[in-house]
C-alpha cells in the first residue's frame, strides 16, 4: 500500500480533523515501501480500535502511529487519482485530513476494521482533490 493525500477543504470537519501539521504531510511523503518496517505489517481490529480511540482522546503518538501505518494508503490513493507530482503534498495534505475525519468519526465498537473505513474517507478526500485540479472552480 502506497498512496498520495490530496487538497480539498470541502472534506474537513470541525475539531480535530480540521487541523494537519506539515509535519505530518513530511512524515507520510517521507515513508517510502522499501523503508525497514517501522510498524507491524498488520494491524489487528482490536490494535486499531485501541489506537483510535487513544488518537480520539488527543494523544499525540496514537495519531502519529496512525499517519505512519497509513502513509503507504495516502500515497496509492494518490497515485491511483493520478495526483501531478507537483500537487502531491496538497493530495497529502488532503489525504490526512481524511484519515482525521475517519479518526474523529468512526464509531467505538465498530465491527468493520478501522483501515476498511479510513481508506474510504482517503479516497472521497483524495479523489475530491484530484476532481478540483482537473477541474477548476469557475469565478464570477
Not at 505489517?41 to 494523544?59: D, F, M
Not at 501531478?84 to 465498537?109: M, Q, R, S, T, V
Not at 483501515?115 to 477548476?136: D, G, I, K, N
Amino acid at each position: 500500500m502506497s498512496p498520495d493525500r490530496p487538497q480539498n477543504r470541502q472534506a474537513s470537519c470541525s475539531g480535530p480533523a480540521g487541523k494537519v501539521s506539515p509535519e505530518g504531510v513530511q512524515l507520510a511523503l517521507s515513508q517510502s515501501p522499501h523503508d525497514p518496517p517501522v510498524k507491524k505489517t498488520y494491524l489487528s481490529l482490536a490494535e486499531a480500535h485501541a489506537l483510535v480511540q487513544r488518537a480520539k482522546a488527543g494523544e499525540a503518538k496514537a495519531r502519529r502511529q496512525l499517519w505512519i501505518y497509513y502513509a503507504g494508503m495516502l500515497r496509492l490513493t494518490a497515485a491511483k487519482m493520478k495526483v501531478p507530482d507537483a500537487d502531491l503534498d496538497g493530495a497529502i495534505e488532503e489525504g490526512l485530513l481524511g484519515l482525521e475525519i475517519a479518526i474523529a468519526k468512526y464509531p467505538p465498537g465498530d465491527p468493520e476494521h478501522f483501515t476498511e473505513y479510513a481508506r474510504r474517507w482517503v479516497e472521497r478526500s483524495v479523489r475530491r482533490y484530484a476532481q478540483s485540479l482537473r477541474h477548476p472552480p469557475v469565478d464570477e
